[in-house]
């Protein structure tokens, strides 16, 4: 049997309902059991003091690589970078690891090889791709959180596009159990790169990206889910604003369709990308200012559901990018947007990201956990469990002083590769702990390493891999 700890503190913040103020948790077998309204430092297990604990992060839009692509990233370090940012719960994408997970074999496989190594609990997405609607069910029974697929090329042969008469097999299958189903909402229009452009000018890239590119495929997003009207249709990382007409009334029509956004969009602009700086590459790409504006009047007004991290890094050779040991083959053009990998390495980084730009426009801390604690474990099926601190679900918190400055050193990051467009940026909001079912995997004072303690984290490894039935009502 195991013994009921506590969690107390002067600044307590249980969901986004809630006002902040002084609380004591007390937890058994990794689930909160009771909470009192009051701050009892005398026998506490842990004391937060005046530092903010509230309901741990969940980034449902990661790309952890593993299997298959380990020198990208991997279940280790990327579990480790999401505890060290207050992030307790990760979301495995289906692309970019090999296989694919678009099999239950697949499935396993990503399973098996995740064990004993993560700090943070994880679970995955599915993915549907050309041919493997029989998959979908199976996948969905063992634990899959729902799928993901691409209206244009991936970037990777083993992950390919689906057209519109495949999505509609993919949704036959996926409306059986209103299996949900996530879309890179991108498809080509006819734009291209032109030739006579410099390569390593990040506008040349942009304009080869439309937002048109996105619009198009969100109208179609929109009339599959009009068509299969018991099929949540997610869009992911939504770049350009142009499309938020077309998502607001899809909305107002009743459409079970929900919008992402990431950090990154919300916090760089294309006339901040220096010339030859890769590690500003994504798809879709960062837009320009008044596209930004846009997107944060969407977030605030809630046409944007949720914020997640889409950590998509990659070594930087493939970024054509010199530093951290990146090699340029011989042809190549440093600095190229064009052929560059897309992807921008940001796991565990986006709590003080976001609060940092978001309270310069009236975000305050109840709409952060919103954002990125609730509705992104609801989105995950996961709101029985996580997202809020609440009797019966798990014990995940971070403990954070939003106010506490904060100078991003790659060097200091904790995922794989140190490529990232935050070098050198400063924020406020610095996280010291992070617990993870009441076990807590990351502390910034544990400066000297031990038996139980290396470079900040916990030598035991305590997140766990998530199959459990899927729950998106509260």
């Known amino acids: 049997m195991s013994q009921e700890t506590s969690f107390t503190g002067k600044r307590v913040l249980l969901s986004s309902a809630s006002t902040i103020g002084p609380a004591t948790i007390y937890v058994k077998a990794g689930k909160v059991t009771r909470i009192e309204n009051e701050y009892l430092a005398e026998g506490a297990t842990f004391d937060a003091g005046p530092r903010l604990l509230m309901a741990g992060v969940v980034d449902s839009h990661v790309h952890i690589n593993q299997p298959g692509r380990t020198q990208w990233e991997g279940v280790v370090t990327a579990s480790h970078a999401a505890a060290s940012g207050g992030v307790t719960t990760i979301i495995d994408m289906p692309l970019n690891c090999i296989p694919s997970t678009v099999t239950v074999e697949a499935y396993e496989q990503k399973r098996k090889s995740f064990a004993d190594g993560m700090w943070v609990d994880v679970g995955t997405w599915g993915g549907v791709v050309p041919g493997n609607a029989d998959s979908l069910v199976p996948m969905l029974a063992e634990g899959a959180r729902g799928f993901k697929c691409f209206l244009c090329d991936s970037g990777v042969d083993e992950f390919p596009p689906v057209d519109e008469a495949q999505l509609r097999v993919a949704m036959t299958e996926l409306k059986r159990v209103n299996g949900m189903l996530m879309f890179h909402a991108e498809m080509e229009t006819g734009a291209s790169v032109n030739e006579a452009d410099d390569p390593t000018d ?3 890239f942009l304009d080869s990206r439309p937002p048109a590119m996105e619009v198009r495929a969100i109208d179609l997003v929109v009339k599959m889910c009009r068509e299969f009207a018991t ?3 997610h869009i992911v990382h939504l770049s350009a604003a142009d499309a938020l007409p077309a998502i607001r009334a899809a909305k107002a029509e009743g459409l079970p369709l929900t919008v992402e956004t990431c950090f990154h969009y919300l916090t760089i602009s294309a ?6 700086s890769t590690e500003y590459k994504c798809c879709p790409p960062i837009r320009g200012q008044t596209n930004r504006d846009l997107l944060w009047e969407a977030v605030l007004d809630g ?9 998509s890094p990659c070594t930087p050779d493939l970024k054509l990018h010199p530093c951290c040991g990146g090699k ?7 600095g190229d947007f064009v052929s560059a990998w897309g992807g921008i390495a940001s796991v565990g980084i986006g709590l003080p990201l976001l609060w940092t730009e978001g309270k310069s426009r009236g975000l305050s801390l109840q709409d952060v956990t919103r954002l990125v604690c609730e509705r992104t474990a609801k989105h995950a099926g996961l709101c029985d469990r996580k997202g809020q601190i609440a009797v019966g679900l798990d014990a995940d918190f971070v403990v954070w002083d939003p106010e506490e400055n904060n100078h991003i050193d790659a060097e200091k990051l904790h995922f794989r590769n140190k490529l990232t467009p935050y070098h050198e940026r400063s924020c406020k909001g610095l996280v010291h702990q992070t617990i993870v079912r009441g076990s807590t995997v990351y502390d910034i004072s544990q400066v000297d390493n031990s038996d139980t303690w290396e470079n900040g984290f916990s030598k035991k490894p ?13």
């Open 231 to 233: 099929v949540p249709c």
């Open 202 to 204: 990040y506008k040349t």
């Open 462 to 474: 305590h997140g766990q891999w998530i199959d459990s039935p899927i729950s998106r009502t509260q």
């Open 328 to 334: 340029i083959a011989h042809g190549a053009t440093e």
């Open 303 to 311: 046409t944007i559901d949720f914020i997640v991290s889409d950590h």
């Open 271 to 276: 006339e901040d990308v220096p010339t030859c």
